[in-house]
């Protein structure tokens, strides 16, 4: 699993556009957890896994992105998650309240061994 910050992807531009045109829901309850929790989910979670996590999506973009309003953030999940019940857990992207991009998490299938890194 590793962790991007302070870059923007390529749909950070559309979902800022979302929050601009507010066209994401604002006023859902927000689901209380501890950030850590982002950390325990892996590669092999689905999104009925994650619907028994958080319950149903506060939200779906219209390129088909489920979305939580978590703590004090959104918390995006890759196109398409919902619509292929066989699709795992690529990553996710943190959202402030206000659209601005904080930053990517992404999941990996398999471990990243010590001897991939050289000094």
Same mark, same amino acid.
């Given at each position: !699993?590793? !962790?991007?910050?302070?870059?923007? @992807?390529?749909?950070?531009?559309?979902?800022?556009?979302? @929050?601009?045109?507010?066209?994401?829901?604002?006023?859902?309850? =927000?689901? =209380?957890?501890?950030?850590? *929790? %982002? @950390?325990?989910?892996?590669?092999?979670?689905? +999104?009925? #896994?994650?619907?028994?996590?958080?319950? =149903?999506?506060?939200?779906?973009? #219209?390129?088909? $992105?489920?979305?939580?309003?978590?703590?004090? +953030?959104? &918390? %995006?999940? *890759?196109?398409? %998650?919902?619509?292929?019940?066989?699709?795992?857990?690529?990553?996710?992207? &943190?959202?402030?309240?206000?659209?601005? @991009?904080?930053? $990517?998490? *992404? +999941?990996?299938?398999?471990?990243?061994?010590?001897?991939? %890194? &050289? #000094?």
């Amino acid at each position: !699993m590793l !962790m991007y910050g302070e870059k923007d @992807f390529k749909s950070s531009s559309y979902i800022k556009g979302l @929050f601009d045109k507010r066209k994401i829901i604002l006023n859902v309850d =927000k689901i =209380k957890i501890k950030p850590r *929790q %982002f @950390f325990d989910l892996n590669y092999e979670y689905t +999104y009925a #896994d994650i619907v028994n996590l958080y319950g =149903k999506p506060h939200g779906i973009t #219209d390129n088909n $992105r489920i979305y939580y309003h978590i703590n004090s +953030y959104y &918390v %995006f999940f *890759q196109i398409d %998650f919902s619509s292929n019940p066989e699709s795992k857990l690529n990553y996710i992207d &943190v959202y402030s309240e206000n659209g601005k @991009f904080k930053c $990517r998490i *992404q +999941y990996a299938p398999v471990n990243l061994s010590e001897s991939l %890194f &050289v #000094d």
